[in-house]
């Protein structure tokens, strides 16, 4: 039933997704309904809920994706980093959170789902200074100011800010420049929901 409703949200779209694609997207939807219970990953709770508000929500940004390398910052359990990467086999994704229960979930996730292409890392974003990135992506993180304060360290010189934004418009702080402000359509989501490119 979740892999019909997965398929018909699909189907709504221009995203083209391979059938093993939609399997491991299932397969995570499966794993965090199950871990939520326990560890209290997501405030939603229903399944088909979930296909709608966290995988939809994140494997529309996709198409806008500029590079190879990416870092999902305040990842929580894995939004909209894991989603991105089953789509993205050739785009690597780092995905960073400070709680050490929802890295413990993503490395499970990444055994289970046989991910090649994420790495968990948990840390606080303003410390983790390992590498640059194409791209910097953030949903449901902090405000637009305090994401590109505290990740401004992150992008390398052609790389850019992708903030998933409500419909609430922040000020963009001097010295960054808006480059795309995109309405996004989600098949069943009675929200409005942007992504704001930065550079």
């Known amino acids: 039933m979740l892999k019909k409703k997965l398929i018909n949200l699909i189907d709504q779209t221009d995203l083209s997704i391979t059938?093993?694609?939609?399997?491991?997207?299932?397969?995570?939807?499966e794993m965090l309904n199950k871990w939520n219970k326990a560890y209290n990953l997501t405030a939603v709770r229903d399944p088909s809920e979930m296909l709608i508000k966290h995988i939809m929500d994140s494997l529309v940004v996709s198409p806008y994706l500029v590079g190879n390398t990416f870092i999902d910052v305040g990842t929580g359990p894995g939004l909209p980093g894991i989603p991105l990467a089953i789509i993205n086999p050739d785009k690597q994704f780092d995905l960073v959170d400070?709680?050490?229960?929802?890295?413990?979930?993503?490395?499970?996730?990444?055994?289970?789902?046989?991910?090649?292409?994420?790495?968990?890392?948990?840390?606080?974003?303003?410390?983790?200074?390992?590498?640059?990135f194409?791209?910097?992506?953030?949903?449901?993180?902090?405000?637009?100011?305090?994401?590109?304060?505290?990740?401004?360290?992150?992008?390398?010189?052609?790389?850019?800010?992708?903030?998933l934004k409500g419909s609430d418009l922040d000020v963009i702080?001097?010295?960054f420049t808006l480059k795309q402000n995109i309405k996004l359509t989600i098949p069943e989501l009675n929200a409005e929901r942007r992504?704001?490119?930065?550079q």
């Open 19 to 29: 059938s093993q694609q939609i399997d491991l997207l299932i397969h995570y939807v």
């Open 98 to 132: 400070s709680l050490g229960k929802r890295i413990r979930f993503l490395k499970q996730v990444q055994f289970e789902l046989k991910l090649t292409n994420i790495q968990p890392i948990q840390s606080r974003i303003e410390e983790y200074n390992e590498k640059k």
């Open 134 to 163: 194409d791209g910097v992506i953030s949903r449901a993180f902090a405000s637009l100011q305090d994401m590109l304060t505290w990740c401004k360290h992150l992008p390398n010189q052609q790389g850019s800010f992708y903030a």
């Open 173 to 175: 702080p001097e010295g």
């Open 195 to 198: 992504l704001m490119i930065i």
